[in-house]
């Protein structure tokens, strides 16, 4: 079994910046892919970023790039999403999850945290 712990969220205007992390516990965290996808009310999950195992290979969502960074630190068992000038329709949870590889489809995650909150005000 593998535990995901969302932080970081919050309240930030548009055009702020935020850092949202995930802790992970349980199996070694060097072992899997990692990936956050965000979900807005109303809205189907949707992929965001992802790394690969070594964190050597980076995705992002056409949306995204350019403004987040995804990264990880496998000495604390943490996945990063650095967000920068947010916009307030990417308001939504954002959720880290596990998996074998780095998809962009959230089937192919085994795992998923809990999530955690950004909204973004106008």
């Known amino acids: 079994q593998v535990q995901l712990v969302e932080s970081g969220g919050g309240l930030v205007q548009a055009g702020g910046s935020l850092r949202v992390s995930c802790a992970a516990s349980?199996?070694?965290?060097?072992?899997?892919?990692m990936g956050w996808f965000r979900q807005a009310p109303g809205k189907e999950r949707e992929f965001v970023a992802a790394?690969?195992?070594?964190?050597?290979?980076?995705s992002y969502a056409d949306s995204v790039k350019g403004r987040f960074t995804i990264s990880r630190d496998d000495a604390k068992n943490t996945v990063y999403l650095q967000m920068n000038n947010l916009k307030p329709e990417e308001t939504a949870v954002y959720y880290c999850?596990?998996?074998?590889?780095?998809?962009?489809?959230?089937?192919?995650?085994?795992?998923w945290g809990q999530g955690t909150q950004v909204t973004v005000s106008p």
């Open positions: 999850a596990a998996g074998l590889n780095p998809s962009g489809t959230p089937g192919d995650y085994r795992y």
């Open positions: 349980g199996r070694p965290f060097s072992w899997y892919a």
């Open positions: 790394i690969n195992r070594s964190g050597g290979s980076t």
